[in-house]
Every structure is written in C-alpha cells, then in structure tokens.
C-alpha cells in the first residue's frame, strides 16, 4: 500500500523516522524535513516502509556515490551533505549519554575515515537458479548484493573483490561447497592477508586449487578457519616502531587513520602514567605506541592476539610490555592487581566491559581511558565508574565507519 509521508528526523540507526502517524515509522534513504512516497516492504517489521520517491527534498540530500547504494547494507547515509552527516553523528552519542543521565561535554566529530577500510567481511551465497553472489549483505536481510566494486576501501584492498570471487568460485564450483562462505580480507604492508570461513573440511586436491588461485591473486596469505593454506609474505602492519604478524581473524580498527586517531587520542590522556594497563589489548596499537614512554600490561582473550603483541614488544627501544591471555569478562582484574598501575586504557567489545568496570570502580587507579565502539555499553560502564567515584571528562566521538551509524568514542576518566 502506497503511502505519503513527511519525515521528521534521521534516527540513530540513519533511517528517516516519520511520526506523522503518531507512532515512529521507519524509512531508510529519507531526510528530515522531507515528503516521501513509500510502501509497506512484505515480511519486513511493521514499523519500516520502503522509499518509493521523495516529492520535497532537504535541501541537504546529496547524490550518492556508489551505484550499490540503497540495496547494498554497507552504507547507510551517502545521501546527506558532510556537514548535516557529521552534527547527526555526534548527536548519536549525545543523546546517548543524555539518555543514561550522563552530563558530560562531548567534542566536535573527529573524521577518521582517512585512505578508507582496511578490512572487509565478503559473503558468498547461491542465489536463485544455482547462481554464485559473491557481496555484502542487503539493507536489513541475508540476501547478499553482488559487488565488484566499492568506493569506501582503502586502495590497499585493491583485487580484494576480485581475489574473493575467484577463491568463492573455486570453493562452489561443481557444488563442491554449498554452505555461506564469509571472506575476510585485510590490507596489510605484504598484500592481502584472507581468512575463508564457512567451507567446512575441504579433500585435498580442492586445498591446491585454493593455494593456486592465492599465487594468482598475490594474496600475502590464505587462511581456511585460521588455518594456513598459503603463506606467500608474512602479512605484517606496522604499529608505532613496531612491526606486528597478524594473527588470522583477530581484531583490527577498520581505517588506518581511525586506529592512529584513537592511539593519539589514548596517548594524550594517558600523559606522563609510568605503569599503564591496557585491557582488551588486541594486537596492541594502543600498546605499542604507548610502550615509547611507558611500562605496559596488556590483556586480552585472543591468544593470538595477545603472541602477536608479545613478539613485537621485542622492538628495539620500547619499554616492556607484558601481555597475556585472560578473558576480563569471566576474570577481571581486581582492585589488588589494578593497585600498581598509574593509568588503565579499556577498549572491550561491543558488550562493553561491565565486569572489569566494576572492579575498575573500586580501585584507586588515577586515570581510566576508554575507547568504546558502542555508546550505550559505554554509558552503563562510565556509569559504574562514576558511582564509584570518577569524574567522566569530555567524551570524543571518532567516526571511523563513515556512511554507517557506527560511532567509536574515547573518553577519560579521572579520581
Ligand atoms: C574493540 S577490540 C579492541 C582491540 C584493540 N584495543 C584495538 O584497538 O585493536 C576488543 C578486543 O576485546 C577482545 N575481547 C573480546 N572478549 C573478551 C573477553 N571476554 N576478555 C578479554 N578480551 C576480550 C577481543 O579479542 C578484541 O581484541
């Protein structure tokens, strides 16, 4: 059924949110202040029309620059100019923080987007009539939308497309493999390093297939499951002083620019802290950097992580880092293990950190940094730090995931 309706604002999701109705209708692709023509969308939540036209544009609708743009779910806003985009972002976490009753200053958006995404998750699905989609996800469903080309990636991934359609091609090729194949590929300083997932147990000569197309395709390294297929260069990112191997599928921030923004931005309110702690360490951008004037402790549950950062703490001329494996959801430090440090830098996952918080509320560290990638975990967190007595300084938003809701955040906190 065909409806008319005006849009009153975009909601933190990036949708046009109308409530002419009385009750919030959802509409992907429209602005505030506009009339749309749109319909209901068959098995979608009954609260999202889809944009059939838009009869009055905001002034501030510009022309998407990628074709996939409205079907691919990658991108959620490259209609909006820069300026109207960067204020509704930064209202993101604003709103977030009110919401929770957090009164704190929240910076200007920090842009990061930088050379654009070093890393991309491709998935390889059948579609109708047997016909291979090697993509990403369409807007809210598990149909994947057929890509060869994206404008947001890093020139570094240049023939990550390419490479992942053909390694899909050989891995479903007389049906070999039928189930979703997810392809991660990441840009590293020896080329693409891919991690398949997905196939299952692959017979052996299907395994050669795979390290051929990985010769072909220059792929630094091909991992099935994390495990080797090929490795042509070790697929290394330099960090700081430090050269890091990484481990396959561990985590990385997405631009190189928004790992560098938020080392910087953790340095500076780190300051002069001696002994730092550095929880949910990764493979230690923050670490490494912070290594050049400080003694570190580092945790973090991926293993691989964390020998990835241990091998590059050997670096000529930074101070020791201790890193080690520990979950700090099931085992979080404790007040007497916290007692020593001078500072502590916290970037969990999108759960947040609740346990650790908690512990960190009770424990007499100074300085507490945090770098979140979810607005809400981070309120409840900074919530517990403050009832236990820390004053929550300004909060910088970092927009990483430009085109996307997704906000990081760093924050400081100070007793
Ligand atoms: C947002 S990433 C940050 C990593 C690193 N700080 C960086 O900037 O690359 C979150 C990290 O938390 C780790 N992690 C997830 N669950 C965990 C847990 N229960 N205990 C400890 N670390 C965990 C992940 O392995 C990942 O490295």
Request: charge should be neutral.
């Amino acid at each position: 059924m065909v409806e008319r309706l005006t849009i009153d604002h975009v909601g933190h999701r990036g949708d046009g949110v109308s409530l002419a109705t009385g009750e919030a209708i959802y509409v992907p692709y429209a602005l505030g202040g506009e009339t749309v023509e749109v319909d209901h969308v068959v098995g979608h939540h009954p609260d999202r029309r889809k944009l059939l036209a838009v009869d009055v544009a905001n002034p501030e609708r510009i022309k998407p620059f990628c074709p996939h743009f409205g079907v691919c779910g990658g991108c959620a806003i490259q209609h909006w100019a820069a300026e109207p985009y960067h204020a509704w972002k930064r209202g993101i976490v604003v709103e977030a923080l009110a919401q929770a009753g957090l009164d704190c200053e929240v910076a200007p958006l920090v842009d990061a987007h930088g050379a654009g995404r070093r890393r991309i998750t491709l998935h390889g699905r059948f579609g109708t009539h047997d016909v291979l989609k090697v993509g990403f996800s369409a807007t809210s469903s598990h149909d994947v939308i057929p890509i060869h080309r994206c404008p947001i990636l890093d020139p570094a991934l240049e023939g990550a497309l390419e490479a992942a359609w053909a390694l899909a091609e050989q891995l479903t090729s007389k049906m070999a493999v039928t189930k979703p194949l997810d392809i991660q590929v990441t840009a590293t300083a020896n080329g693409l390093d891919v991690d398949v997932r997905g196939s299952g147990p692959l017979p052996t000569p299907l395994v050669t297939v795979l390290s051929r197309v990985a010769e072909q395709h220059g792929l630094a390294r091909l991992t099935r499951h994390g495990e080797l297929v090929l490795q042509r260069l070790p697929p290394t990112l330099r960090i700081g002083r430090a050269e890091v191997t990484l481990p396959p599928g561990s985590f990385l921030q997405a631009t190189v620019a928004g790992e560098e923004m938020l080392a910087v931005l953790v340095a500076e309110r780190v300051g002069k802290a001696r002994e730092v702690l550095d929880l949910f360490c990764g493979v230690g951008p923050f670490a490494l950097r912070l290594a050049e004037k400080s003694r570190i402790a580092a945790y973090d549950s991926d293993a691989g992580a964390v020998a990835a950062l241990a091998k590059a703490a050997r670096t000529p001329g930074l101070k020791p880092i201790k890193a080690e494996p520990r979950d700090l959801f099931r085992r979080p430090l404790v007040p007497q293990e916290l007692r020593d440090f001078d500072a502590v830098v916290f970037d969990p996952p999108r759960q947040g950190a609740q346990a650790q918080a908690l512990k960190l509320a009770e424990s007499k560290v100074p300085v507490v940094v945090a770098v979140s990638c979810n607005v809400a975990t981070f309120a409840r967190d900074a919530r517990l730090l403050i009832d236990g007595g820390y004053k929550l300084e300004t909060v910088v938003p970092v927009d990483q995931f430009r085109h996307t809701p997704h906000v990081e955040l760093v924050a400081k906190f100070k007793r």
